[in-house]
Nanobody
Framework: QVQLVESGGGLVQAGGSLRLSCAASGRTFSPYMMGWFRQAPGKEREFVARIRWGSGSIFYADSAKGRFTISRDNAKNTVYLQMNSLKPEDTAVYYC??????????????????WGQGTQVTVSS
């Protein structure tokens, strides 16, 4: 059983930065992929970024390209999301997710087995 705990959310002004962390624990943590998703009020949960745990291969949603950076520290079982140039439309609860195996696309919520509880990010204008 994998447990994921996000941290680092908060309130920031537009143009500011935040760094989210997701610490994973479990008997044997060796995911295939780690991802970040977000969910704004009244909207569906959407993909933000993903990183393959072994190779480090990365993929971003268009909304994240050029502003967000996903990274991981395998020794610490932690994945990060550095968010720069934040906009009010980035306001959402951000979730970390882990997938145990390759599935189609890896940008869908159904592709991931384990989820954190989420951390709130609020960007004021």
């Amino acid at each position: 059983q994998v447990q994921l705990v996000e941290s680092g959310g908060g309130l920031v002004q537009a143009g500011g930065s935040l760094r989210l962390s997701c610490a994973a624990s479990g008997r044997t943590f060796s995911p295939y992929m780690m991802g970040w998703f977000r969910q704004a009020p009244g909207k569906e949960r959407e993909f933000v970024a993903r990183i393959r745990w072994g190779s480090g291969s990365i993929f971003y949603a268009d909304s994240a390209k050029g502003r967000f950076t996903i990274s991981r520290d395998n020794a610490k079982n932690t994945v990060y999301l550095q968010m720069n140039s934040l906009k009010p439309e980035d306001t959402a609860v951000y979730y970390c997710a882990a997938s145990s195996r390759l599935r189609n696309g890896m940008t869908e919520t159904a592709s991931y087995d384990s989820w954190g509880q989420g951390t709130q990010v609020t960007v004021s204008s």
